[in-house]
DNA sequence: AATATCCGCAACCGCTCCGAC
DNA sequence: CGTCGGAGCGGTTGCGGATAT
């Protein structure tokens, strides 16, 4: 055991000379002495951590360092009087060089905190009260056209920053469209996502019924949540049982996981959009559904089956009562009423939304009935888009 | 009334971009 | 052309108030 023992530290001496010790100001003699001490007494776990130790100490010096002495900075709720330092700097130094700021205003915080604490809440020109309906309805439309571009939309929302907008869309837009049985991600209807999903999971040909296999139903119908009852009574949202119910992940072929079925629906999403949600990768996500909802017919919300396997007579199987009442979303997205009106800053960029998405459902159903896979569909649309935003795809996009 | 849970928002984190050198 | 550092961005976290139990 000792043997192996200190081989193995033997072996880890040796990478470690590798190592530039001369940046810790530690010499290789110093080093060998007290690999020397730890293994002549066995103590092997002292020098186990004596490794770590020095590797943690690379790991701080080579990385890049950081930006302040994230230590030595006050962090967390801004007072007033430290607001009002930075109103008093930036009155009289104006914006800029914001790591000299905590120094020059008199502040022990980091740089980057006094710009953000500048540009999200204390610049002069920023809205503080509630968004309008005006601005939640460019804000669906930027959002079904560009994606999570957070900052390109806020330019187009005088007043309003992008983490404002960030935050309005997570915390209200984004439960508003689900409640309503719309994708927050795709902004198509969870119908047609799912039944998209259905047409490029790769699934073999069998009918609905085999298909079944993959689930655990009864599990599923006893994991559902007690309906809850919407105040306005008969218009009871169904959707909104998706919100609580739990079924089982078939996708990943994993049939007795338990998960939500916002979860589930999260890896619908993420398959449909794969490394396209989020920052890195949003063009095909967002190109690839530039949808004003009004836009859609009724007809439009119930897709035809042109796939082998349907998700909405899936979902609508007797089991699934959670699952998506074309009637409910009809009268949702009737609610919604996005194009009735037109925010007057923004013309341009509703009018594009709105002229690209004319008929968006009955296209991307026509495509796919065409023999275009759900991908197909989505390069289509990135070129429609292309040329119905060119502000907004452009690098050249001017704010 | 006390506690738990939910929700919204401010702030932070890590990464990328971009201009200066 | 490569490096460095400031600025910007999107995702995530955590706090504090509101609401439910």
């Known amino acids: 055991m000792n043997i192996i023992m200190q081989l193995l530290l033997l072996g880890a001496n040796i990478c470690m000379l590798f190592l530039p010790l001369h940046i810790l100001n530690i010499s290789p003699f110093h080093h060998f002495k007290v690999t020397l001490q730890c293994i002549l007494h066995h103590h092997y776990i002292i020098h186990s951590a004596f490794l770590l130790f020095l590797l943690s100490l690379f790991s701080q010096k080579m990385g890049r360092p950081p930006c302040c002495d994230k230590s030595n900075v006050k962090r967390g709720l801004w007072t007033p009087e430290e607001d009002a330092k930075i109103l008093a700097y930036v009155a009289n130094h104006g914006t800029g060089n914001w790591t000299l700021v905590p120094k020059k205003a008199g502040l022990n915080r980091c740089g980057k905190s006094c710009r953000l604490r500048w540009t999200n809440y204390l610049r002069p020109d920023l809205k503080h009260d509630s ?5 939640e309805e460019l804000i669906i439309n930027l959002h079904g056209a560009i994606g999570s571009r957070w900052s390109l939309i806020a330019r187009r929302l005088p007043g309003r920053t992008d983490n404002d907008v960030k935050n309005y869309w997570n915390t209200k837009l984004r439960k508003k469209l689900m409640k309503m049985g719309i994708d927050p991600v795709t902004h198509k209807p969870v119908s047609q996502v799912l039944s998209d999903l259905g047409s490029i999971s790769g699934f073999p040909n069998t009918t609905t019924t085999n298909q079944m296999a993959y689930v655990n139903k009864d599990l599923m119908m006893n994991n559902m949540a007690p309906t809850k009852t919407e105040p306005s009574g008969s218009n009871k949202s169904v959707v909104e049982n998706t919100q609580e119910g739990q079924v089982h992940s078939w996708q990943h072929h994993i049939p007795y996981q338990v998960l939500t079925t916002e979860n589930v629906q999260s890896q619908v ?24 909802y009004s836009c ?6 119930t897709a035809p089956h042109c796939s082998s396997f349907d998700w909405s007579e899936f979902l609508h199987s007797d089991s699934f009562v959670w699952s998506l009442n074309p009637s409910s979303l009809v009268q949702s997205e009737a609610d919604l009423s996005i194009n009735a009106k037109t925010n007057g800053h923004d013309k341009q960029g509703v009018a594009a939304v709105e002229g690209c998405c004319g008929g968006s459902m009955e296209y991307q159903i026509k495509k796919q009935c065409e023999g275009h896979s759900f991908v197909d569909g989505i390069l289509d649309r990135d070129s429609e888009l292309r040329a119905a935003f060119p502000e907004l795809l452009d690098a050249s996009f001017d704010y």
């Open 131 to 135: 968004f309008t309906p005006q601005e």
């Open 269 to 292: 999403f993420s398959e449909t959009a794969s490394s396209t949600s989020s920052s890195s990768s949003s063009n095909l996500t967002q190109l690839g559904s530039p949808q004003s």
């Open 296 to 301: 859609q017919t009724p007809q439009a919300q």
